[in-house]
């Protein structure tokens, strides 16, 4: 017979008991964590040191400037078209993008206008490393959080990008392409028929990346209410692009101050709502689309007609000149040793680049070579706002954070 | 351009600023009275009508070798109005030595590291600023690389590693406590 069950205890049930002498006491203290600087989930070098109470974030402490090459301070002793090179490096994913931005800003400090060719292949050349940006970015989101086929997908279309690239400028990723007062050569032959054809292309493999990821359950569980910020935040710390539309600002320098020849394309800027990590991946998904469509119209709209101005005091002259005339051969001798000769002045010009305003704040002191050339590099801001994102959310949610705030070492760290 | 930023500013706050003019390109500019800084910057920004609510940029230049350098530092300062769909460009000047300003992390929080990232290359101090610390380059370095006296070959020495506390080597090691 089995023996009756002791009385019931009056006391209610307690979920968190008194310690008892018998319990190992473990040490709780709040833990500093390194992530990086060489570390697979942290693009680029840079540092993490986060404070963490359980799994917890308390505090996120970015530092960087590993990848520090003093750009400013070479660009101040070169000449002005020798600074182009120096651009590339800012943002390597996007790099034409930060060499038009450069050259367009120069022009409008020197007050001249570039040819309509030339505006139309900035146009496209931008478009094609924005929709190159983009892809990468999302790759690699999807990577970290576990789906390495996206991944894949992503950077073959990027690759088919990088082989246009190359035909139009000559190398993969730093194209150091146009010069001062236009670009240094024309469309290569048949150039246009083989972008249209990549288009087709990377429109399946976008649309692959996006059938993985957007409604897969567990990106969306990752992406989805992490990493947020609220609009007002977001324009307090100098956001821009894609991370502030996804607030549901809606600005976009293409639209507000149209350069070149984005007032003449039609198409759309999209916006979000929830300012979290779900809603910049669909900003970037909805981009590529985007410029898709631009580039399209653009191949439709691009006259005929040469592609840098026709001033020998800022672009070089043509080699039959150079080599047959005495005109030409003295040209092109003061452009290469004395540079382009900016009249004195200051200026802030910005173009739009994949993630977000590329600011320049140029001041000349009428001489060959820029006196100040500040770069407001949109990665920058954006990284000084992780902390407001990440602080009271789990480590795990850093990840997807970081990834799509896309942070570019070059730009940030200058 | 934000001429009319310009222009309520001035009448609210007289005297803020000490001069105003348009550059080649004809964009509007002023140069604001140092210590009426976040007064300018906090109107631009809240009032109803302006609006200069996104953050854009912040940086400074040497004027050493300019034919006008005195005062030698200006920093300059960029924001945006959504509402009034353009951009405020002014700037702040100070002279060595000790060149200081009044940081305007209080009113912008992405002046943070634009602030930073001054102090760290021109050596100009914000006063107010929660954290002023560099922030490319290493704690060690002597001097301020942007400065147009700072050579462009300098080199300096290797600093020791910095020693960490409380690190923790990997299970066995008896280094945690």
Redesign the interface.
């Known amino acids: 017979m089995a023996e009756p069950l002791p009385p019931q205890s009056a006391e209610p049930y307690d979920p968190n008991p008194p310690e008892s002498e018998l319990e190992a006491r473990l ?1 709780a203290k709040r833990m ?1 964590l390194n992530l990086g600087p060489s570390h697979p989930a942290m693009h680029g070098t840079v540092r993490m040191k986060v404070e963490l109470e359980g799994e917890t974030i308390v505090r996120a402490d970015p530092e ?2 590993f990848l ?1 090459r ?1 750009f ?2 070479s660009c101040e ?1 070169v000449t002005w078209t020798q600074c182009l090179p120096y651009t590339d490096r800012l943002n390597y994913v996007s790099a034409l993008m930060n060499n038009f931005g450069f050259l367009s800003a120069v022009e ?2 020197i ?1 001249i206008d570039i040819p309509e060719r030339a505006k139309y292949i900035r146009v496209i050349g931008s478009e094609l490393h924005r929709i190159a940006d983009h892809l990468t970015c999302v790759g690699a989101i999807g990577l970290e959080l576990g789906g390495f086929t996206a991944f894949l997908y992503g950077i073959e279309a990027r690759e088919l990008i990088i082989d246009r690239t190359t035909e139009l400028t000559g190398a993969r990723l730093t194209t150091s392409f146009g010069r001062v007062g236009g670009l240094d050569r024309d469309l290569p032959e048949g150039w246009t028929e083989k972008v249209l054809k990549t288009l087709d292309k990377i429109a399946i493999l976008a649309g692959e990346v996006d059938a993985l990821l957007t409604r897969n359950r567990i990106f969306v569980d990752r992406m989805k209410g992490t990493g947020v910020i609220t609009a ?2 977001a ?4 956001f ?1 692009g894609p991370c ?1 539309r996804a607030c549901g ?3 976009d320098v293409r639209k ?1 101050h149209p350069y070149w020849v984005y007032d003449q394309l039609n198409f759309d800027v999209p916006l979000g709502e929830n300012g979290d990590n779900f809603d910049r991946y669909l900003m970037r998904i909805e981009e590529i689309k985007q410029s898709e469509r631009m580039i399209r119209q653009a191949f439709q709209q691009i006259p005929e007609g040469p592609v840098i101005v026709g001033d020998w005091r800022i672009a070089l002259p043509p080699k039959p000149e150079v080599y047959g005339t005495i005109e030409g051969a003295m040209a092109h001798f003061k452009l290469i040793m004395e540079g382009i000769q900016v ?1 004195a ?4 010009h ?1 173009t739009e680049a994949a993630n977000g ?1 590329l ?1 320049w ?1 140029l ?1 000349s ?1 009428g001489g060959g070579r820029p ?2 050339v ?1 770069v ?1 590099a949109p990665g ?2 954006i ?3 992780i902390e ?1 994102m990440v602080e009271g959310r789990m480590l795990a949610d850093l990840i997807p954070t970081f990834d799509t705030i896309n942070m570019i070492g070059g730009e940030v ?2 | 351009m934000s001429k009319f930023a310009f222009d309520h500013t001035a009448e609210r706050y007289p005297d803020v600023f000490e001069l105003r003019y348009r ?3 004809g ?1 509007e500019w002023a140069v604001v009275n140092s210590a009426a800084l976040p007064t300018v910057a906090s109107h631009l920004k809240n009032d109803p009508h302006l609006e200069f ?5 912040l ?1 400074a ?1 040497d004027r050493l ?2 034919p006008d350098n005195k005062p030698r530092y200006e920093v ?1 300062y ?1 924001l ?1 109005s ?1 509402k009034r ?1 353009e ?1 405020v ?1 002014m700037k702040c000047r100070t002279d060595d030595p000790d060149p200081q300003l009044p940081s305007i992390t209080a009113i ?3 002046a ?3 602030e930073r990232f001054v102090w760290d ?1 021109y050596g100009i101090r914000f006063l107010g600023h929660p954290n002023l610390r ?5 704690e060690e370095f002597q001097g301020h ?2 400065r147009k006296d ?1 050579p ?1 070959r300098g080199r300096q020495p290797l600093v020791p590693e910095r020693p960490i506390q ?1 690190i923790f080597r990997g299970p066995g090691t008896n280094s ?2």
């Open positions: 040490p500093v960087i400037g520090h003093g400013q301070k002793n409008k400090l007050g007002i935040d324009m307090d710390f100098g821009t502030l600002v809606n600005y507000a009249p002045g200051e200026l802030y910005s305003e600011g704040y001041v002191d006196y100040k500040h407001r920058f801001a990284l000084s706002g407001r760290e200058q | 550059d080649r390109v964009d609510r996104l953050f854009l940029s940086d230049v070798l300019l300059v960029f945006y959504l769909n951009a460009r912008f929080q992405g943070n590291w634009f290359f560099r922030i490319l380059m290493y690389p942007l700072y462009l409380d945690m406590l």
